[in-house]
């Protein structure tokens, strides 16, 4: 079982867990609440409440985890396909209730959806700035006519207030790694894209650009749907 696994099953088999600790390649190592990703929708932010109201049609739940938003939309009678690449995740989110979970990298996922949704800085997973223009265009053949990506994202530009931005990369490109128990998992890379750069970037890929909501905090909700 993965790092995170253990931990997410700890916290759902026993209400309780050690701490989680998130290593990064920019500062200080961070711990990470377990419980966040069991919340339910008294716990989630505005940002992701109002994501999971523009879910139209048949939805494709990317970076599901333990089913927190498929969960909410089943509840609203929606068509919510759950996919996570951690096996331990997908046992609980179906042991929860979620119907269709599967153990799948959307990268070689096939199907046809009205909405992807992407929460959690889901988007993330395309690790570098190149990959996410890269996934744009690849996931096109994911979406129905009309259909819609909606995912959130933030802008670490303040990460570099008192260092200067990376020259090489572009800035939020950056590692993680989990620590828990006692064990390590592998780095991972992972991106956090401001929102001129998703608007210049989503363009390009072919698609029209819509910032649906800005928390005021560096995170914002962006809704892209493929140019007719």
Known sequence: M?????????????????TLWLHNSYGETEEMPIDFFFRD???MPVLELQA?????????????????HALLLQAFNIDVTAIDVSKTAVTIMKDRGVRKPLLQNIYTFEGKFDTILMLMN???LTKTLPGFKEFLIKIKSLLNPGGILLFDS?????????IEKPKNKYFGEV????QYNGGKGSWFKWVYIDEETIKITAEEAGYDYELIFDDGEDQFLVKLSVKD
Do not use: H, P, T, W
């Open 2 to 18: 993965d790092v995170f696994g253990r931990a997410l099953n700890d916290y759902y088999k026993n209400g309780k867990a050690d």
């Open 41 to 43: 929708d008294e716990d």
């Open 52 to 68: 999971l109201q523009m879910c139209k049609g048949k939805v494709l739940d990317v970076g599901a985890g333990v089913g927190s």
């Open 122 to 124: 889901g988007i993330g």
């Open 154 to 162: 933030s802008n670490v530009s303040y990460l570099y207030k008192d």
């Open 175 to 178: 590692s993680f790694q989990y």
